[in-house]
């Protein structure tokens, strides 16, 4: 593996890599699993939105933001917990936006690990 670089956009390295005992291998590799993973969760998302079931929002929103929050992806967990939040409170009038922000936040965050090496 490359030299794990000492900052990213919206990552703060400083936080997650003691979550992973320092494993910076593990840390990029873990980073890429959440990009990876994101498309379909977004896809999960729209779908439930567009339904309006907002059971189904609120526990996907919830475990993205546990696993962005456990990796210290701040932008992307504080997405999620206002979408959980708009969900949990029934507030459907801003569930659209709190998607947006979620899917904004996913994507810059993608953009920021695609010059990550996988481990």
Do not use: C, W
Request: charged share 20%; aromatic share 4%.
């Amino acid at each position: 593996m490359s030299e794990f670089p000492s900052s990213l956009p919206g990552i703060d390295i400083a936080a997650g890599l003691p979550r992973v005992a320092g494993n910076k291998r593990l840390y990029a590799k873990l980073l890429l699993q959440v990009a990876a993973e994101a498309p379909a969760l977004q896809e999960k998302l729209a779908a439930a939105v567009m339904a309006g079931d907002a059971t189904a929002v609120r526990e996907i929103a919830h475990s993205l933001k546990g696993s962005a929050g456990n990796l210290a992806i701040t932008p992307v967990a504080k997405a999620a917990e206002q979408l959980e939040l708009a969900a949990k409170s029934g507030d459907f009038s801003s569930l659209f936006t709190h998607l947006d922000a979620l899917e904004q936040a996913l994507q810059n965050f993608r953009e920021t690990v695609s010059g990550l090496e996988a481990p």
